[in-house]
Structure formats: C-alpha cells, structure tokens
C-alpha cells in the first residue's frame, strides 16, 4: 500500500505561481514512479506531467510545458509540480498518482490506468 497526500492548492490570480506538493508512505520512495493529474469541473480526469524513480526523466501535458515542473526528493518522499504563468484554464483538483510497476511503457503514460495510488487532491483555482 501506498498512501499519498497532496498539499499547496489555492486561489491564484492568472499569471501566478503555486507549487503543490505530495508527501508519500509505505514504500521505498525510489521505486515509485509518480505523476500528477487534474480534473476540472464537467471534465475527464488529464494527465499532466511524470517523473521517474530517479528524477532524471519527465514528461508534460503540451499545454503545461514551459510553465509547470515536476520534481521530487526521494530523501523526503515527496514529489512536487511548481506551477507558474498559470492561467483560468488550470482551474481543477490536482492528483497525484503512483506508478508501482517496474516497467511501464511510455506510450501509457498518460493513461490514469497504469497508476495504482492516488491522493485525494488538492483544488486549484486561477482567477482575478
């Protein structure tokens, strides 16, 4: 079992900056590869970026690319997305998620199916 729990959600006027933050237990960290997804009111549930066990690789939804960053610090169990330049269109509960299988393939990253944790999310809402 992995429990995972997010933090760092708001209200953010557009052009800010929030950085959420997900603390997670129960096993090694560094085995876990972890990603983070949002859902948006009246909407399907989207993929939004990946890191891998290590750190060294990530992936991003296009529409984030450039504004937000996945990271994490294995020493902490914890896995962050620093979001900036964000926009209306970011309004939603953000999740993150926990990868356990020691090989994935790439082309199902995105897929909300090959994660097997998931937090309970976090709101985040950009408006002026």
């Known amino acids: 079992q992995v429990q995972l729990v997010e933090s760092g959600g708001g209200l953010v006027q557009p052009g800010g900056s929030l950085r959420l933050s997900c603390a997670a237990s129960?096993?090694?960290?560094?085995?876990?590869?972890m990603g983070w997804f949002r859902q948006a009111p009246g909407k399907e549930r989207e993929f939004v970026a990946r890191?891998?066990?290590?750190?060294?690789?990530?992936w991003y939804l296009d529409s984030v690319k450039g504004r937000f960053t996945i990271s994490r610090d294995n020493a902490k169990n914890t896995v962050y997305l620093q979001m900036n330049t964000l926009k209306p269109e970011d309004t939603a509960v953000y999740f993150c998620?926990?990868?356990?299988?020691?090989?994935?393939?790439?082309?199902?990253?995105?897929?909300?199916?090959?994660?097997?944790?998931w937090g309970q999310g976090t709101q985040v809402t950009v408006s002026s």
């Open positions: 890191i891998s066990r290590s750190g060294g690789s990530t």
């Open positions: 129960g096993r090694t960290f560094s085995t876990i590869a």
């Open positions: 998620a926990a990868d356990i299988s020691p090989v994935t393939s790439p082309n199902k990253y995105e897929l909300g199916s090959v994660y097997d944790y």
